[in-house]
């Protein structure tokens, strides 16, 4: 029997809006040939776009929220020097992206650029999407940095002041989110976390307050499960921080061979649900660690990177890790969302990798065309939650049992908006089987009075997904499988499917 159990009168921890980010890295054709046309006198001439970058896409962003945006990386991150990306395009120099493909960086988008993109990713009636600046670390200076910071954000006498008006901006940016490098374990550095708590603690001084806004400085976490990585920033540099990453992917391969994006059979499905849910036990097992150090929880777990990373598409380029986004995808992105939204009380931020034309794309694009993945429609879904008071819930739920165990068919997480309106989120993945659930929202009355919608994202088949030419294959539509019965709410919950559930 399946049933959840909410206690609305318990909700105390807001449900952060930055875990529903995303991550653009100078990687592929998410900069370059996604965002941004402004580079191209072709693709300038024939996609409508303010500034260079795109409007279908900053349309598509804007309509889910987007809360924050994660750039210039990634590892590309620690190769980049800002002031390369800054002053009249054709001074800027060129470089090698050693990282992705081995391709030719003209820094036509660069810091300006960039800024401007997340004003136009803004709703002007809404919180802006802030930008989130991963520094350079693993190449770089600490004197980089804190100019970089100074660029983006001071508004008094100086240097990098006196350089921000040259190249056109007057008043400063005011960018709140600051990475001190990425992945300084692996390509940001090869660093132990020992030597990467030192720097972390001497670039972080740098990173200084400029009048409006106060740095939120957020340091490499661990890769994965390195828990020894975690335990030694927190006791070293954890006072100096305000947020730890944490990046972590769902293959359902190896690294060597991560399995097909759409040519799948049910196992690799399963399979791919079992490793998505790992991300449930990382949370635990890092906050538990960052508990003994943070008892008031002032650090932040950011997720700055997570997705589904399979094998390139055929006939693309390997280092520019584009694959196609199924359905499978839209129940990843479900599961992730709600672990983050039951871990309200730590998670702050998660980025998704990445937003256009990589990896776990909510866009996909093609010269002047482009479309809406299924993960783009889980964000759509998703968005009541953000800032909503997370409604805390005890889920039973029957298993599918596989060759080495065995894993819940649901999951599920809930919230309150401020016009108490109940939001209730449910992910089956049961490839084959309806699922019947009993809702149990306590500590409100479910009257007849109660008005009762919502929201579904199925398809016919496991690897079904959009294409320019069948661009709404899979999609958000109403859903009806939910009715008012005694004690609460009866939900029929079809395989395959994301479903959100509203009380107002």
Not at 64 to 84: M, Q, S, T, V
Not at 85 to 114: C, K, L, Q
Not at 164 to 180: C, E, H, L, Q, S
Not at 205 to 227: E, F, S
Request: net charge negative; with cysteine.
């Amino acid at each position: 029997m399946n049933r959840i159990i909410i206690n609305t009168a318990a909700g105390g921890e807001r449900i952060s809006r930055h875990i529903y980010g995303h991550f653009s890295e100078h990687l592929g054709r998410c900069i370059y040939g996604g965002f941004w046309v402004g580079n191209d006198p072709a693709a300038a001439a024939s996609i409508p776009h303010t500034r260079g970058i795109r409007n279908d896409a900053a349309a598509a962003l804007r309509k889910i929220k987007i809360p924050n945006l994660r750039w210039p990386g990634g590892c590309f991150a620690d190769e980049y020097h800002w002031k390369d990306g800054i002053g009249p395009g054709e001074e800027r120099p060129r470089m090698i992206n050693t990282h992705w493909g081995g391709v030719i960086e003209d820094n036509s988008f660069g810091t300006h650029e960039f800024l401007d993109l997340c004003g136009q990713l803004s709703d002007p009636s809404g919180p802006r999407c802030e930008p989130y600046i991963c520094g350079n670390v693993g190449s770089g200076t600490v004197q980089e940095l804190s100019q970089w910071v100074e660029y983006c954000n001071f508004d008094g006498l100086s240097p990098m002041t006196d350089l921000r008006r040259k190249n056109g901006r007057d008043t400063p940016w005011n960018a709140r989110f600051w990475g001190v490098g990425n992945e300084s374990w692996g390509c940001g550095g090869n660093m132990t976390p020992e030597f990467y708590a030192d720097n972390f603690r001497r670039y972080a001084t740098y990173v200084r307050n400029y009048g409006g806004a106060v740095p939120y400085k957020i340091a490499c976490g661990p890769n994965t499960d390195d828990y020894n990585w975690t335990r030694v920033l927190m006791e070293k540099a954890g006072a100096f921080m305000n947020g730890l990453s944490l990046h972590y992917y769902t293959i359902p391969g190896d690294w060597e061979r991560k399995g097909s994006a759409a040519a799948f059979n049910e196992a690799e499905w399963l399979v791919t649900m079992r490793k998505a849910y790992f991300m449930d036990e990382l949370i635990r097992g890092h906050s538990a660690i960052m508990d003994e150090f943070d008892p008031r929880r002032r650090v932040g777990l950011i997720v700055d990177e997570w997705g589904t990373w399979f094998d390139v598409e055929s006939g693309t380029n390997p280092g520019f890790l584009y694959q196609q986004n199924t359905l499978r995808d839209a129940l990843v992105a479900g599961i992730h969302f709600n672990i983050f939204n039951n871990h309200a009380e730590r998670v702050f931020m998660a980025n998704i990798a990445q937003t256009i034309n990589v990896l776990q794309s909510v866009l996909l694009t093609e010269g002047p065309r482009m479309i809406l993945t299924p993960t783009y429609h889980v964000f759509d879904m998703y968005q009541v939650h953000q800032d909503a008071l997370m409604l805390p819930l005890h889920l039973e739920s029957e298993s599918r049992a596989l060759g080495f165990g065995s894993i819940p068919v649901l999951s599920a997480s809930a919230s309150e908006d401020e016009n108490r309106r109940i939001h209730i989120s449910i992910t089956n993945i049961d490839p084959v089987k309806e699922q019947n659930l009993k809702i149990d929202p306590r500590g409100c009355t479910v009257s007849p009075s109660v008005k009762l919608s919502g929201q579904i994202i199925t398809a016919e088949k496991m690897g079904d997904h959009n294409t320019f030419e069948k661009p709404g294959a899979v999609k958000m539509t109403d859903f009806n499988g939910a009715s008012l019965v005694p004690g609460g709410l009866a939900v029929e919950l079809p395989p395959m499917s994301v479903v959100t559930v509203e009380l107002a």
